[in-house]
């Protein structure tokens, strides 16, 4: 069974830039999550999806922070414009269903905001 | 604001002893907990989970929970260098919430 695949792993941009991540999750699994990880601290949950609706984005930036997941698979996270504070690892998860107590992570996409 | 609380470390121990990784949580209503794993600059690992009160064995991993005393831990018995990562603890009320993660504890084993 193929993991949650995540694009690019890695990406520098400046500051004021925009930038986009991709991610494919476990085929079947309703429930998506992204997670910003900063280095030293444990996953923060950005935004959770079930399907292609919103369950929960209230640690969103949302000024600046904007996430789809349009046809209930496939899930973008979208930065604009980016913070020197945004710099940090990107992570997606996917469970079976938003009742599933088991996440798996996609390898990450770290971002480093110059 | 739910919190887990987990100490930063870095814990170290010798190959071949027990490690002790700890962890407390501020939300009585949390009904599942987790352990992952993560190695430096790779994604978390999920390596334990355990629901009810009392301890959780598999394989040289013990999870022990205490909801009473909103005390989660984990035991690794015969510890490797290959077990060297951060424990991150996470923690889950039922339904549609998300899990919520400690800062982890970085784990060395001295072989």
């Known amino acids: 069974e193929a993991g949650v695949a995540q694009s690019p792993r890695y990406k520098i941009i400046e500051k004021r830039q925009s930038v986009a991540f991709w991610c494919n999750p476990i085929s079947g699994h309703a429930t998506l999550y992204w997670y910003q990880q900063i280095l030293g601290q444990g996953p923060k949950l950005l935004i959770q999806?079930?399907?292609?609706?919103?369950?929960?984005d209230s640690q969103l930036p949302k000024d600046r922070f904007s996430a789809e997941r349009l046809k209930g698979v496939d899930s973008t996270l979208k930065i604009q414009p980016a913070k020197l504070e945004d710099s940090a690892v990107y992570l997606c998860?996917?469970?079976?269903?938003?009742?599933?107590?088991?996440?798996?992570f996609g390898q990450g996409t770290r971002l480093t905001v110059v | 604001q739910k919190e887990v609380e987990q100490n930063s470390g870095p814990l170290s121990v010798p190959e071949g002893a027990i490690a002790s990784l700890n962890c407390t949580y501020s939300?009585?209503?949390?009904?599942?907990f987790f352990w992952y794993r993560q190695y430096s600059g790779k994604s978390p690992e999920l390596i334990m989970s355990i629901y009810s009160n009392g301890d959780k064995e598999d394989g040289r991993f013990t999870a022990q929970l205490n909801k009473a005393s909103q005390y989660v831990s984990l035991l690794i018995r015969d510890s490797q260098p290959s077990d060297s990562a951060t424990y991150l603890c996470a923690v889950r009320e039922e339904g549609n919430t998300p899990l919520v993660f400690g800062k982890g504890t970085r784990l060395s084993v001295i072989a």
């Open positions: 999806f079930q399907n292609n609706g919103v369950v929960d």
């Open positions: 939300d009585r209503g949390s009904q599942s």
């Open positions: 998860a996917s469970s079976l269903s938003i009742r599933d107590t088991e996440a798996f």
